[in-house]
């Protein structure tokens, strides 16, 4: 069973641990989800478990889910969101109206959080992309900040109609769906179903999160894994 779960960012502290360092963690509200959906191949095309999240008065959702929930058993949640499993054998290991909390992280080391980043509005290069400006002494006028030429980065050598996509330069930033990868565990608190993760996540607190086992580790921590240390 792929360890998954949706749940809310807190905040973050510090956390000591038995070894006397003192790291900084983010306090995540994981679960308790209930499972709403089975989907098999034969069925739906593919092999997913739907997850719900955080109960809402039946006013503020919708006819089409409010039926959704209560076939599955459970009252109307506010998100549902679906986990990808790798084929139909794994679909037996979940009924519609389970209920999923903390504990599924008991022996994962290393988790992905994903979540939507904080928007910071229209921002110019420096502060989007972190370009260092123009020079700040005799000569620059009124342009300190400014992206400078794009017409080098332009279709067929400069003579294009426009700037190749991917050029950096000032447009919105934040406000996207962002992955923190191969967060360490360090402590589940399954009575009061948190979750404690070394260093930051993305989003403000209180915003939603979708915490599933570490696909792809960093090769340092990767040789952790290995090890068992």
Same mark, same amino acid.
């Given at each position: 069973m792929p360890a998954a779960l949706l749940g809310r960012k807190i905040g973050m502290t510090r956390y000591f641990m038995s070894d006397g360092r003192n790291i900084p963690v983010t306090v995540i509200e994981a679960g308790p989800c209930a499972v709403t959906q089975v989907k098999t191949t034969p069925i739906d095309g593919y092999s997913a478990v739907q997850l719900a999240f955080?109960?809402?008065? =039946?006013?503020? #959702?919708?006819? =089409?889910?409010? !039926?959704?929930?209560? %076939? !599955?058993?459970? #009252? &109307?949640?506010?998100?549902?969101?679906?986990q990808r499993l790798g084929d139909d054998n794994a679909c037996s290991e979940y009924q519609v109206g389970q209920t999923i909390d903390v504990r599924v992280f008991e022996d994962v080391k290393f988790v992905d959080v994903?979540?939507?980043?904080?928007? %910071?509005?229209? !921002?110019g290069v420096m502060k989007r992309h972190g370009f260092k400006g123009f020079p700040a002494s005799h000569g620059t006028q009124r342009a300190h900040r400014a992206g400078g030429s794009i017409g080098g980065h332009a279709t067929d050598l400069g003579t294009g109609p426009k700037p190749k996509k991917g050029k950096r330069m000032a447009g919105r930033m934040g406000g996207r769906r962002q992955t923190a990868r191969s967060l360490d565990v360090v402590k589940?608190?399954? =009575?009061?179903?948190?979750?404690?993760? %070394?260093? &930051?996540? &993305?989003? &403000?607190?209180?915003g939603l999160l979708f915490i599933r086992e570490a696909k792809r580790l960093y090769r340092s921590k990767a040789k952790l894994a290995e090890t068992g240390t």
């Open positions: 955080e109960d809402v008065k =039946p006013r503020r #959702s919708t006819m =089409p889910l409010i !039926a959704h929930d209560f %076939k !599955a058993g459970t #009252s &109307p949640k506010r998100f549902h969101r679906e994903t979540g939507i980043s904080k928007g %910071k509005g229209f !921002a589940i608190d399954q =009575p009061r179903n948190l979750l404690l993760v %070394k260093g &930051p996540v &993305p989003g &403000p607190n209180r």
